[in-house]
């Protein structure tokens, strides 16, 4: 076995695309272990890994964000989270906060998130005063909201690996998306005070009736989609289609639908989709090889040879997803552990669902967590900001965070509540 970590290494200083490095890595480790002749079935393999009805809403969920991105929305939503908060002390720390609420219906994407308000909020927050550190932080921490409030690319492919309900999951994303959007703006009332940052009101802020009028095709994108879903008119599938057609209303209230942007807008998602099933493609190679090892088995057995059950091994989780969001990105790191930890989590009567909106949020918190960050790469690179300086800035947020994943995990309620009183099988 010594020269699959020999091809690893060799594969990643040379900069090969993740997918392509697992996939070589994957076929190395069949020939090293004598399991040669399971290579013959490994395409038929990956087509079962990714025909699961569930992916088929990730496309559309993905079209539905770019369309309204590129048609202008953004501007709409901040305007109308400066005419509820905007004349606070820290407003537009609030307002940076609130507009990721809002963008989380239509995104479901923190990296999307971070990249379209840090070009927007931090040269404004800067220019109103606002250490340019703290401008960043805010805008990265409170991009991680888009990934737990409904619609979420996240949740689709969870979904999609462990067979849990996808319209459970979101509305189970509900309640921890609006936590962590209550913790988050605690925080910056916090932080304001003692940094003395600026606010009150001002006569250039706009009103609230035109701006809510204005943001209202935006807002009520995710009321569609979740209405569809909770009420049983629509499959997540159907409801993703749905939301595309949505959408492009949408887009022409805006005034921002042309043929070009369409075209743009297509050709992002298909990059995006690409770029999703490859990786889930070459990690399905590996996934096989563990189920012929029995490396699940072995996992099972040494968990209760610890004494590892119920929320000790919950918590044992967190920790490990915590550590890879670090390193890992968030798509790789779901498909390459979810088959080999869940099981076992699921065997032990943690609710599926809950462990979703756990394990998911738990990532996320790693998309503003050095080394990795994403977020915080997307912003620095954005914003001209050093890189270390930005994450020395977010400490603050990355704690109230983790706080709150901790208290996801040992209150289920706070997930698992909601998706009942909706009609949903849950624990």
């Not at 997918?19 to 076929?27: D, F, H, I, R």
Request: aromatic share 10%; hydrophobic share 60%; with cysteine.
């Amino acid at each position: 076995m010594w020269l699959t970590p020999f091809v690893f290494v060799l594969l990643l200083i040379s900069g090969t695309a993740f997918a392509y490095l697992m996939g070589a890595v994957s076929v190395v480790s069949f020939l090293m272990v004598g399991k040669a002749q399971f290579l013959s079935i490994l395409p038929q393999r990956i087509f079962a890994q990714l025909d699961v009805f569930a992916f088929m809403a990730m496309p559309l969920f993905i079209l539905t964000a770019e369309i309204m991105t590129r048609a202008g929305v953004t501007r709409s939503l901040i305007d109308f989270a400066l005419s509820m908060v905007g004349r606070f002390r820290g407003g537009l720390g609030h307002v940076n906060i609130l507009t990721s609420v809002f963008f989380a219906g239509i995104s479901g994407s923190a990296i999307a998130d971070s990249a379209a308000l840090s070009r927007t909020f931090v040269p404004e927050m800067v220019e109103r005063g606002y250490n340019p550190y703290y401008a960043g932080a805010i805008t990265a921490a409170s991009s991680m909201i888009g990934p737990i409030i409904p619609p979420s690319i996240i949740m689709i492919l969870y979904g999609g690996l462990t067979g849990a309900s996808v319209a459970a999951l979101f509305t189970a994303g509900i309640v921890p998306g609006i936590l962590l959007a209550l913790a988050l703006l605690v925080l910056n009332s916090v932080l304001a005070r003692i940094g003395k940052h600026p606010g009150g009101a001002s006569p250039d802020l706009p009103r609230f009736w035109p701006s809510l009028k204005r943001a209202a095709p935006a807002l009520l994108l995710p009321v569609v989609i979740l209405g569809s879903l909770v009420l049983g008119l629509a499959t997540p599938t159907e409801g993703s289609a749905i939301a595309v057609l949505f959408a492009l209303i949408a887009g022409h209230f805006y005034n921002g639908l042309s043929r070009k942007m369409l075209v743009e807008a297509l050709e992002t998602t298909a990059r995006m989709t690409g770029t999703i099933f490859i990786i889930l493609a070459a990690i399905s190679v590996l996934g096989f090889l563990a189920g012929q090892m029995g490396w699940s088995e072995a996992l099972a057995d040494w968990v209760e040879s610890i004494g590892l059950t119920g929320n000790r091994y919950l918590f044992f989780l967190i920790a490990i997803f915590l550590v890879a969001g670090m390193f890992m990105d968030t798509p790789v790191a779901m498909t390459l552990l979810i088959p080999l930890f869940v099981p076992q989590a699921v065997a032990q009567g943690i609710d599926p669902v809950h462990l979703g909106i756990v394990l998911c949020f738990n990532l996320c918190v790693g998309l503003i967590t050095p080394p990795l960050g994403k977020c915080l790469v997307v912003v620095a690179a954005l914003t001209d900001l050093n890189y270390w300086r930005l994450a020395y800035a977010a400490l603050p947020f990355i704690a109230v965070q983790i706080l709150l994943l901790l208290a996801l995990g040992y209150w289920p309620e706070l997930s698992l509540a909601l998706p009942r009183l909706a009609g949903f099988s849950v624990n």
